[in-house]
Nanobody
Framework: QVQLVESGGGLVQAGGSLRLSCAAS????????MGWFRQAPGKEREFVAA????????YYADSVKGRFTISRDNAKNTVYLQMNSLKPEDTAVYYC????????????????????WGQGTQVTVSS
């Protein structure tokens, strides 16, 4: 019974900040990549950021690099996405995901082929 539960979404003005949380449970996540994806209305789901549960190494989509920071607290089994300098184009449903990967590589984490997904949390950025 693996569960990923997102929280922290909401409505903010452009330029503002939000911190999303993903509470992970049901297994040990050693060897897993923990990722954030988002899906805007009428668009495909896209990769945002990923972190290695074990090493803390990260990858970011170019569209969020320098504005978003992914992190994890292993003791709390929680992954975070700190979102700063938010833009209206960041408006989307944000999903937490986990994927077992033999090696933590960019090609292995940008794919939507993750093993587990959360329910999503809405982020709306007003102009």
């Amino acid at each position: 019974q693996v569960q990923l539960v997102e929280s922290g979404g909401g409505l903010v003005q452009a330029g503002g900040s939000l911190r999303l949380s993903c509470a992970a449970s049901g297994r040990t996540f050693s060897g897993y990549a923990m990722g954030w994806f988002r899906q805007a209305p009428g668009k495909e789901r896209e990769f945002v950021a990923a972190i290695s549960w074990s090493s803390g190494s990260t990858y970011y989509a170019d569209s969020v690099k320098g504005r978003f920071t992914i992190s994890r607290d292993n003791a709390k089994n929680t992954v975070y996405l700190q979102m700063n300098s938010l833009k209206p184009e960041d408006t989307a449903v944000y999903y937490c995901a986990a994927r077992f990967v033999p090696l933590f590589t960019r090609v292995g984490v940008v794919t939507p082929a993750y093993d587990y997904w959360g329910q999503g949390t809405q982020v709306t950025v007003s102009s």
